[in-house]
């Protein structure tokens, strides 16, 4: 039986060995998991305050962002303000001028009517002239046969009533064609 007692020394110390060499693989694997574990915590501190960096500047971004679209509504929302003032006033600036162009082609018209109207009095003051002039040529046909010194005289009588008239009334005509801006001589 001893012999057998050997034999389990030797399985012993081998055993001894193994479990020796276990236990150190164990440590080695503890000792670098708790490396890898430490390294990990690092990178993940690292990540974490990457995130928080990103995060902060995230936030600072989308204020200055924000800021700035309030910003272009509010000048927006001013220049829009001012264009719809500017397009009210423009608007009471045509109606105004409209009004005045009606006022002003109403009153042209009126002085156009008043200017035919002169014209078409005046005209028939020639005609009644000439009518009167006839009559004369006709009256002095007829003295002519009577008594042509006694036509004569009245007529030199009448003449000065006669051409005062007709110098007023050639003037006072004169002056209202030239008032509507027309040329007498061009009538």
């Keep these: 039986m001893p012999p057998k007692t050997k034999e389990k020394g030797r399985k012993s110390g ?13 440590r080695d694997e503890s000792r670098r998991a708790k490396a890898s574990e430490e390294l990990l915590k690092q990178k993940l501190q690292g990540l974490e305050a990457e995130l928080k960096e990103a995060r902060s500047e995230e936030k600072a ?5 924000s800021r700035q679209h309030q ?17 009210r006033g423009l608007r009471e600036q045509l109606e105004m001028c409209q009004k005045e162009a009606k006022a ?10 008043e200017r035919d109207q002169t014209l078409t009095q005046l005209r028939a003051q020639v005609v009644d002239m000439e ?10 046909a007829w003295c002519l046969q009577g008594s042509l010194d006694q ?14 008239a007709v110098l007023r009334l050639h003037a006072k005509h004169k002056e209202q064609l030239r008032q509507f801006g027309l040329n007498p001589l061009d009538l």
Aim: aromatic share 4%; charged share 40%.
């Design 14 to 26: 081998t055993q001894k060995k193994k479990k020796n060499l276990s236990v150190a693989l164990r």
């Design 151 to 164: 036509l004569l005289a009245k007529l030199r009588a009448v003449k000065p009533h006669w051409d005062g």
């Design 61 to 65: 971004i989308y204020a200055e962002m």
């Design 104 to 113: 002003e082609r109403e009153e042209a018209e009126q002085a156009l009517r």
């Design 131 to 140: 009518a009167k002039y006839q009559e004369i040529l006709h009256l002095k």
């Design 71 to 87: 910003a272009l509504k509010e000048k927006l929302e001013t220049r829009s303000n001012q264009l719809e003032e500017e397009v």
